[in-house]
Structures are given as C-alpha cells and as structure tokens.
C-alpha cells in the first residue's frame, strides 16, 4: 500500500519561502502524475501543481502561483516537492501531495493524498 508522506509546512511572512517535499513509500516504480493540491478554510481543494509525463516531464501550475512556485520530481527516490516563493497571505491553506493523478474533464484529480502539511502565511 502507498503512503504519501509529506514535509516542510509551517509559518512565514509574506514574500518569504517554504519548501515542501513529499515521499511516496511502499511502491516501486514511477507515476504518471504526481503534485499538490490545496485547500484552505471554507473552500475546496485546488490544484496548484503537477508534473507529468507526456514526452518528457511537463508541468501544470494554477495561474496564480505562475512565476512564484516550482515543482519537481526525483523518481529515484519517488518524491514530489514544491518550491514556494514570494508567498502571499493567500497562499495559506493545507497542502496535499497527491500521486495517480489525472486530467479529468477540466482540471487535474488525484487519488492518493498524503495527510496534508499546513502553510501559513502572515502579512
């Protein structure tokens, strides 16, 4: 059984950085899809960002993390991270890396969660 565990939630002012890094355990092998989702208070769960495989690795980031968050991925060790950047107060919300994702209709979907990382984000 996969477990997704993650890492590097926490606190900072805005304009600060975080890392967040997750590692699949319990699977060999790669995934098509790997990323984060979000979710804060009162809203749903939102895509923020995958790599996927098409080719090479592509990459999807939600437009309003454009230009402030990476992903990336190290299939040797089967890990997902977010690099953070320029945070905003609205960019606090739980974060979830999901693998055995896919695009569905409109948007991106997983199957697999990890338990989720808080990140807060002071002004």
């Known amino acids: 059984q996969v477990q997704l565990v993650e890492s590097g939630g926490g606190s900072v002012q805005a304009g600060g950085s975080l890392k967040l890094s997750c590692a699949a355990r319990g699977y060999r092998g790669s995934f098509y899809c790997m990323g984060w989702f979000r979710q804060a208070p009162g809203k749903e769960r939102e895509e923020v960002a995958i790599i996927y495989v098409d080719g090479g690795y592509k990459t999807y980031l939600t437009d309003s993390v454009k230009g402030r968050f990476s992903v990336s991925r190290d299939n040797a060790k089967n890990t997902v991270s977010l690099q953070m950047d320029s945070l905003k107060p609205e960019d606090t919300a739980m974060y979830y890396c999901?693998?055995?994702?896919?695009?569905?209709?409109?948007?991106?979907?997983?199957?697999?969660w990890g338990q989720g990382t808080q990140v807060t984000v002071s002004s």
């Open positions: 999901t693998i055995d994702c896919g695009f569905v209709g409109s948007s991106w979907r997983g199957t697999i």
